[in-house]
């Protein structure tokens, strides 16, 4: 009894198909006439249609179908397909290779819309607008700096970072940028990290020791 493996067979060139496509397929070349040859494969496409019946009635993917049709039979097919005839060589041309955009970032724990956006500040031609948008960079820098390096920057390197990235001298009011507070979430994260370990050690969590304790020894 000789067995018939799928390895002793001809590849298949769709194979999501299955190989009963592939011999219907196949048994189109063997029709003679052309319009029962066309008749045939239009029942060959409905079937292959019916492998994905929420697809099968959008136009694209009926002129996928017939594409799929034509490969399958090696591109022997001669029918009347609604369809151009695809050819060899157009499924084995290679698409052309992208080109990235190559920029060069001068700080990277700024990000790049960071350098973009000194540059637009710095062509503001509104004072007052240049001015309230300068603020926001700043603090916006303020807190990347201490995240990349973990401690608090200083505001003349912001200024000297904004400067470099700008191209050109930018005025920023001192004064204002001085006082601005360093509101970091990473102080208010650690406290919470302690009184966790507290919590899960049975010890509850003391607020303002140094009042507790002095009140203690008052009554003493």
């Known amino acids: 009894m000789r067995k018939n493996y799928n390895y002793t067979r001809r590849k298949l060139y769709l194979p999501e198909y299955g190989r009963h496509i592939h011999e219907m397929v196949d048994s189109l070349l063997d029709i003679e006439d052309r319009q029962e040859r066309t008749r045939q494969a239009k029942a060959v496409i409905a079937v292959m249609g019916n492998?994905?019946?929420?697809?099968?009635?959008?136009?694209?993917?009926?002129?996928?179908?017939?594409?799929?049709?034509f490969i399958m039979s090696d591109f022997r097919l001669d029918v009347d397909s609604p369809y151009p005839q695809p050819s060899r060589q157009d499924l084995m041309l290679k698409p052309q290779k992208l080109r990235y955009a190559q920029?060069?970032?001068?700080?990277?724990?700024?990000?790049?819309?960071?350098?973009?956006?000194?540059?637009?500040?710095?062509?503001?031609?509104?004072?007052?607008r240049g001015e309230a948008e300068m603020i926001n960079m700043v603090r916006y820098m303020r807190a990347k700096s201490y995240e990349y390096n973990n401690e608090h920057p200083n505001n003349d390197s912001?200024?000297?970072?904004?400067?470099?990235?700008?191209?050109?001298?930018?005025?920023?009011?001192?004064?204002l940028?001085?006082?601005?507070?360093?509101?970091?979430?990473?102080?208010?994260?650690?406290?919470?990290?302690?009184?966790?370990?507290?919590?899960?050690?049975?010890?509850?969590?003391?607020?303002?020791?140094?009042?507790?304790?002095?009140?203690?020894?008052?009554?003493k």
């Not at 970032?105 to 500040?121: C, E, L």
């Not at 912001?158 to 004064?175: T, Y």
């Not at 607020?207 to 304790?213: E, H, P, Q, R, V």
Request: no cysteine; net charge positive.
């Open 103 to 128: 920029q060069r970032i001068m700080f990277k724990h700024y990000g790049k819309y960071s350098q973009q956006f000194v540059r637009r500040i710095a062509a503001e031609r509104d004072m007052h």
């Open 51 to 69: 492998l994905n019946p929420t697809l099968r009635d959008t136009e694209d993917f009926k002129h996928k179908l017939w594409d799929h049709l």
């Open 177 to 219: 940028v001085g006082h601005m507070r360093s509101d970091y979430r990473q102080p208010a994260q650690r406290g919470k990290q302690q009184r966790g370990k507290q919590q899960r050690n049975g010890r509850k969590p003391q607020k303002g020791g140094a009042k507790n304790t002095a009140r203690h020894h008052s009554y």
């Open 158 to 175: 912001i200024l000297r970072d904004m400067r470099l990235m700008a191209g050109s001298n930018i005025d920023v009011d001192m004064s």
